[in-house]
């Protein structure tokens, strides 16, 4: 969004020059509080897609019964007194006393505030209107249906008649929800991280009728406590300002957009849009790409935990864009070793409470140094980008560890987050009712065991476990951890949900288990997984968490990358379910998340059974929608060679380019221009739990130039490195922009393999496919075909088969090898460059 130099300039300018600004104190009393959490209430990298105006029914409609405010669906993922919304088990159905105008909205997020006594407007015209007819502040409440304290604020706040009444009189209110509308929230929240210091959901901001911020933080309790405001003292002292100072707050709005307009529009790096200037800008940029390697080497080393895992310090999130760029750094330099550093992490990972053991899936954090208690919401991003690391990291070492969890995120991904169709939802809640009778939701219920619970159940089960001399619940509490007395640590409980409870982590192996219950390994494995099967039926009979059905097109194209790297995996028993999956999410993103006559994607559709939604007012697709669906597709082609997909994908990469590009200065903006109601076009420059769309657009660009051989996309993927040449430290801001310049100044591989459409030319990728290669292309020259990139024709005319053989020929930077004709030739020239003994980097 800004450039390091940039933000700390205007921070420095806000907290200085703009008085009224008020800065939020950091306790809160939320998870933000917590020294197990740093920054943000809940923490997620998300995006949001808004909803513009609806018909205007009556403001908020009173029905004549009541029902209780701390009703089941309210209890948690609520939507304020008896509510509606999916994945509530044991839900009321009391007729709901208060409607609101956001009941006709498809959001799960804005439906769980549909029976708020706020007079809610979804993000749009008909809010903004109000707001300048009437000359009223604008409230924007922003979050998402899986986040724990957006439930807490709304059940504290939002069903609060006291307080919804204060904010009815005084405020026009905005439902918004972040993952269908990221343009808005990551500009207001760039100035809620500005003006506190840190960030996080719900996103509380207070506008001008002219969409001018003035003041925000995030979660805010009822009353003043925990050393900060109440949200009811912050509505009335703003009110009060608003009526007596107006016009300095309207002032002191519109000097933070000029100021962070000026910092946008302010050219970054050295990129620009002229030819000789982004020309000498890249080779400057280049000279010093060796030195931002070696910081990179260094810092990762550095804040590397090598006991745990990860980044030092809790909490500890998953941090996939620098794991990726590790493995890159590893493959351009082994001599550094930072491969243990990756490797370490995947496992401590896979063995910690984050990794769900029973069925499959990461949460989305944990609070704890050892991974051991997560914040337990499920997202779509992770599953997609983890699906990735581990895929790849069981190419680069054949760790089987590894091809099994990822093979478990596929499996929770098809069960749990996939539409009929072949999309796949957004995520799974935190928070679920402990029992079908209970009324108030807990974060973690649904994946917490007490001892007692696991042993009846394994018990029970005694038959499946077949003829063995162990005690099974004496080998999975050995290896799982699991105590009569609970196994999580106060200080990660501090609301006291998990008192007496267990998080199944791992702190050996199974060789160990086995060593000390005295028993061979393979018993242990299959003890471990028919209890895991046992306790799997019994939890699905306990009320789940509430399943977020928006169906996102960026999300969904990390989840095509993730399953186009597994069915890569060329040993993989269920490599042609992978392909497959992959495939039927193609085609259900053309036909559900592209909009043919606007030749637009569309940021997100919803599940509804076996049919999907659309918004009555479509939003369209952001920067990430378009990179990261074209850098799966393009992920997809190299596992299929499905031709009809990499076409797809050079043709989102121009409308992308349209649409999005900046020509002035370079780089792309997150949103389309003219966007209504978007005071300023943001340039994201960071990656986050998610990779940031100019980082993932860098590979794009690079990849499909070699693909289409035209000369403007690779100009442009320059351009880009070096408008953002100037972020420091690069390779710890930009991972993932980092590896895709080390993929332009090291040069990409290319197969091209000769011959009819057979399985010995199958044969023959596969030898290559199978291996992790950043940046690598691949092209199938079918000769009983016609040619399939028809630009590429006469660069290709040269090579031909051998002894009537499909036949191999691998080039780098346009100097070819000789040609191979036996798959097994092919892969040995790769085998010692990009695979490794996963044993030489264990602690």
């Known amino acids: 969004m800004l450039n390091s130099v940039a933000r700390a300039q205007l921070a420095n300018y806000l907290r200085t020059s703009c008085t009224n600004l008020r800065k939020v104190p950091r306790g809160s009393g939320s998870t933000c509080t917590s020294s197990a959490l740093v920054l943000e209430c809940c923490t997620t990298s998300g995006s949001p897609i808004l909803h513009s105006a609806v018909p205007h029914p009556a403001q908020v409609r009173s029905c004549s019964s009541t029902t209780d405010a701390t009703s089941k669906q309210g209890g948690g993922s609520g939507s304020g007194s008896g509510g509606s919304g999916s994945g509530s088990g044991g839900m009321a159905s009391k007729e709901p006393k208060f409607t609101n105008r956001l009941a006709q909205e498809k959001s799960p997020y804005l439906l769980q505030h549909a029976h708020n006594p706020v007079d809610w407007y979804p993000w749009g015209e008909e809010a903004i209107k109000r707001a300048q007819s009437e000359q009223k502040i604008l409230f924007i409440s922003s979050g998402y249906s899986s986040c724990h304290w957006c439930h807490v604020?709304?059940?504290?706040?939002?069903?609060?008649?006291?307080?919804?009444?204060?904010?009815?009189?005084?405020?026009?209110?905005?439902?918004?929800?972040?993952?269908?509308?990221?343009?808005?929230?990551?500009?207001?929240?760039?100035?809620?991280?500005?003006?506190?210091?840190?960030?996080?959901?719900?996103?509380?901001?207070?506008?001008?009728?002219?969409?001018?911020?003035?003041?925000?933080?995030?979660?805010?309790?009822?009353?003043?406590?925990?050393?900060?405001?109440?949200?009811?003292?912050?509505?009335?002292?703003?009110?009060?300002?608003?009526?007596?100072?107006?016009?300095?707050?309207?002032?002191?709005?519109?000097?933070?957009?000029?100021?962070?307009?000026?910092?946008?529009?302010?050219?970054?790096?050295?990129?620009?849009?002229?030819?000789?200037?982004?020309?000498?800008?890249?080779?400057?940029?280049?000279?010093?790409?060796?030195?931002?390697?070696?910081?990179?080497?260094?810092?990762?080393?550095?804040?590397?935990?090598?006991?745990?895992?990860?980044?030092?310090?809790?909490?500890?999130?998953?941090?996939?864009?620098?794991?990726?760029?590790?493995?890159?750094?590893?493959?351009?330099?082994?001599?550094?070793?930072?491969?243990?550093?990756?490797?370490?992490?995947?496992?401590?990972?896979?063995?910690?409470?984050?990794?769900?053991?029973?069925?499959?899936?990461?949460?989305?954090?944990s609070v704890d140094k050892k991974w051991h208690v997560p914040h337990f919401e499920k997202m779509l991003y992770d599953q997609g980008q983890l699906l990735s690391l581990y895929a790849n990291g069981y190419r680069l070492t054949h760790k089987p560890l590894y091809l099994t969890v990822a093979d478990a995120i596929y499996r929770y991904l098809c069960k749990d987050l996939r539409h009929p169709g072949g999309g796949f939802y957004s995520g799974e809640d935190a928070d679920s009712l402990p029992t079908a009778d209970s009324d108030v939701k807990v974060e973690g219920a649904f994946y917490a065991w007490t001892y007692a619970e696991v042993k009846e159940t394994l018990e029970r089960g005694a038959a499946k476990f077949g003829d063995t001399t162990v005690s099974p619940i004496e080998v999975y509490a050995e290896h799982y951890d699991i105590k009569e007395t609970g196994n999580v640590e106060p200080a990660s409980d501090p609301h006291g949900h998990l008192l007496g409870k267990n998080i199944p982590i791992v702190y050996g192996s199974v060789r160990e288990t086995a060593e000390k219950c005295g028993t061979s390994p393979e018993i242990v494995e299959r003890v471990l997984r028919v209890a895991n099967e046992l306790l799997h039926e019994v939890r699905e009979q306990r009320p789940r968490p509430h399943l977020d059905t928006k169906i996102i097109c960026a999300w969904n194209g990390l989840v095509l990358s993730g399953l186009s790297h597994l069915a890569c995996v060329h040993d993989a028993p269920d490599r042609s379910k992978y392909l497959a999956t992959a495939e039927e999410l193609v085609k259900f993103v053309r036909a559900n998340l592209y909009d043919v006559q606007a030749r637009k994607l569309l940021r997100s559709c919803y599940g509804n059974g076996e049919e999907t939604l659309a918004s009555e007012r479509p939003i369209y697709g952001f920067i990430d929608d378009y990179a990261f669906l074209i850098r799966g597709l393009i992920d997809y082609y190299v596992a299929s060679l499905d031709e009809h997909a990499l076409h797809w994908a050079k043709e989102l990469q121009d409308i992308q380019d349209e649409l999005f590009w900046d020509p002035k200065h370079g780089a792309y903006f997150y949103s389309e221009a003219n966007s209504p109601h978007v005071a300023v076009r943001l340039k994201e420059d960071h990656d986050g739990a998610e990779p940031c769309g100019n980082s993932v657009a860098g590979h794009n660009l690079l990849l499909l130039h070699d693909y289409f051989e035209e000369e403007r996309l690779k100009e442009r993927a320059r351009k880009l490195f070096a408008y953002f040449s100037e972020s420091s430290p690069f390779g710890y801001v930009l991972p993932e922009m980092m590896s895709a310049a080390l993929v332009e100044e090291h040069g990409k591989h290319t197969l091209i393999v000769v011959g009819p459409e057979s399985p010995e030319a199958t044969a023959l990728v596969d030898a290559v496919r199978r291996f992790y290669i950043p940046g690598m292309i691949i092209v199938q020259l079918k000769i009983d075909k016609p040619a399939h990139i028809e630009r590429r024709r006469k660069s290709l005319d040269n090579f031909k088969m051998v002894k009537n053989m499909p036949t191999a020929y691998i080039c780098h930077n346009r100097v070819c090898h000789l040609p191979v004709t036996e798959p097994e030739r092919l892969a040995e020239e790769f085998q010692p460059r990009y695979t490794f003994d996963y044993l030489e980097y264990e602690n």
């Open 153 to 365: 604020m709304n059940r504290e706040s939002f069903q609060n008649e006291e307080v919804a009444r204060i904010m009815n009189e005084n405020f026009i209110n905005v439902k918004l929800d972040r993952e269908e509308r990221p343009d808005i929230d990551k500009l207001y929240m760039m100035f809620i991280l500005l003006i506190n210091g840190s960030g996080g959901w719900p996103m509380s901001v207070w506008l001008t009728p002219d969409l001018a911020p003035i003041t925000g933080g995030t979660y805010f309790p009822p009353n003043d406590r925990w050393g900060m405001p109440g949200f009811t003292t912050v509505l009335t002292k703003l009110a009060a300002k608003w009526a007596s100072d107006r016009e300095d707050l309207v002032r002191t709005g519109r000097s933070v957009i000029e100021a962070i307009k000026r910092n946008v529009d302010q050219k970054q790096g050295s990129g620009n849009g002229d030819e000789e200037e982004g020309a000498a800008a890249v080779a400057a940029a280049g000279e010093t790409l060796e030195a931002k390697f070696r910081q990179a080497i260094n810092l990762y080393q550095r804040n590397y935990d090598p006991v745990w895992g990860g980044s030092l310090g809790a909490p500890k999130f998953p941090e996939a864009a620098k794991l990726n760029l590790m493995f890159h750094l590893h493959v351009q330099e082994p001599k550094h070793k930072i491969l243990g550093v990756v490797l370490n992490t995947l496992d401590k990972m896979a063995a910690g409470g984050i990794h769900d053991h029973v069925f499959g899936g990461f949460a989305r954090y």
